[in-house]
């Protein structure tokens, strides 16, 4: 509707007041005013990351550094285009630090997203490859807003919430490289092509998750780890031969797993 956040912040809180006067729990006076302290407390971690976070992007905005920056890097890359995405999953997360979801995209794909188009990448590949790490910096640290706000929310060390969040969404880091080794998981193929990519990325994010959580039906070793995020890359390449070895790997990985598990439940039983 085009307010601005300031307004929006506002009439959202007011509505919060509102909406619980039709619900069983109705807040009074005095509960309004709890809740106006309890956020006015946890608000001050958010405001002195947020007026870093404005910092940074000032600068880029004011001196440019964000075009330049892109520009050299993705003339380096060259013929290189996996390069040229490494280097632009950095550019776009620093260029999206700080910001809310459309302009991180706005800025980061005015910056990265021609130079991706102009090496040979789809526009559909290149603008969701921008958007999708733009966002991701929410949870990447240093300026990970998202893990500060869910910080002051739990009350827990807002750099040890960032690490965390960074390791959970590990997997988000990966995909977004798949988009353009295969555009069946943006819709761009036959619906059998995009059905089996569909399935075996699923089962390659399950992979990686487990191997960052180190669980897989049971804790996995150091070595069963290192196997676990090989077949998850296999699963979400998108290749025929590729989803077969890492289904094979998902498979051994899963008997390994149920058997160690059951024997561990049958002894307990026996005991």
Same mark, same amino acid.
């Given at each position: 509707m085009g307010y601005s956040v300031i307004r929006a912040g506002t009439l959202a809180t007011a509505s919060a007041a509102v909406v619980s006067w039709i619900s069983p729990n109705k807040m009074g006076l005095r509960a309004i005013l709890k809740a106006l302290q309890i956020a006015g407390t946890m608000s001050i971690q958010i405001i002195a990351v947020c007026a870093c976070a404005g910092l940074i992007v000032g600068v880029i905005s004011l001196t440019g550094v964000g075009a330049r920056f892109s520009s050299l890097l993705l003339g380096l890359a060259g013929v290189s285009q996996l390069l040229a995405l490494v280097f632009a999953m950095l550019i776009s997360i620093l260029l999206g630090m700080g910001m809310p979801t459309t302009a991180a995209y706005a800025v980061a794909a005015s910056v990265v997203a021609p130079g991706l188009i102009n090496i040979g990448i789809e526009p559909l590949i290149a603008h969701?490859?921008?958007?999708?790490?733009?966002?991701?910096?929410?949870?990447?640290?240093?300026?990970?807003l998202a893990s500060y706000a869910a910080a002051g929310i739990s009350g827990d060390n807002p750099m040890g919430t960032?690490?965390?969040?960074?390791?959970? %969404?590990?997997? @988000?880091?990966?995909?977004p490289f798949m988009f353009f080794y295969s555009p069946a998981m943006l819709m761009e193929g036959s619906p059998m092509q995009i059905l089996r990519v569909g399935l075996t990325a699923t089962l390659g994010i399950v992979l990686l998750s487990g191997m960052v959580q180190k669980w897989f039906f049971g804790p996995v070793n150091l070595v069963q780890r290192v196997v676990m995020l090989v077949g998850a890359l296999f699963l979400i390449y998108g290749g025929i031969y590729t989803d077969i070895a890492g289904l094979a790997i998902g498979i051994v990985l899963f008997m390994m797993q149920r058997k160690a598990h059951g024997? %561990?439940?049958? @002894?307990?039983?026996a005991g």
């Open positions: 969701f490859f921008v958007f999708y790490f733009a966002v991701v910096s929410a949870i990447t640290p240093p300026v990970a960032s690490v965390a969040s960074f390791k959970i %969404g590990l997997a @988000a880091f990966i995909v024997g %561990g439940s049958k @002894a307990a039983q």
